[in-house]
């Protein structure tokens, strides 16, 4: 008696731990599937106008820097943990996580970054009239 009393218990729990797995590939099996998702569509080329004002811009996850003409692109990714850079106070680019700052350039002024901002490679399209920014794959 007591044996089957312990064979029922096993069972049960092989089941329960079966069901919670079955729960947790349902949970985050769609999210797995938006981020994957999201990374692919993230890695394929921003295209921006040219006419955009002098200055600072924000694209997601890419900062635009337009200064008479010259351009300069760099990942918004902080170097510190990801988080995405996003404002301008004054002359700094701020992460609003953590509190880096980083100048214009995307170099880093205050931590806890240590890295610069990474640069990213894009062309000029004049025919299009527009900026061509390769993002990492």
């Not at 064979?7 to 729990?13: A, E, I, L, V, Y």
């Not at 797995?32 to 040219?50: G, M």
């Not at 680019?93 to 880093?108: D, F």
Request: with cysteine; hydrophobic share 40%; charged share 25%.
């Amino acid at each position: 008696m007591e044996e089957q009393v312990i064979n029922g218990r096993r069972r049960f729990f092989k089941w329960l731990g079966s069901a919670l797995l079955a729960v947790l590939a349902l949970a985050f099996g769609d999210s797995v599937a938006e981020r994957s998702k999201f990374l692919r569509s993230q890695s394929k080329p921003l295209r921006i106008p040219l006419d955009i004002p002098q200055g600072v811009s924000f694209y997601g996850d890419v900062i635009v820097l337009h200064s008479e003409g010259q351009y300069k692109a760099l990942s918004a990714h902080c170097t510190h943990l990801g988080c995405i850079v996003d404002r301008r106070e004054g002359n700094h680019l701020v992460c609003p996580c953590h509190g880096s700052r980083y100048s214009l350039e995307g170099k880093v002024l205050k931590g806890p970054a240590i890295r610069d901002l990474t640069p990213l490679r894009f062309t000029i399209n004049k025919k299009e009239k527009s900026l061509i920014i390769e993002r990492p794959a």
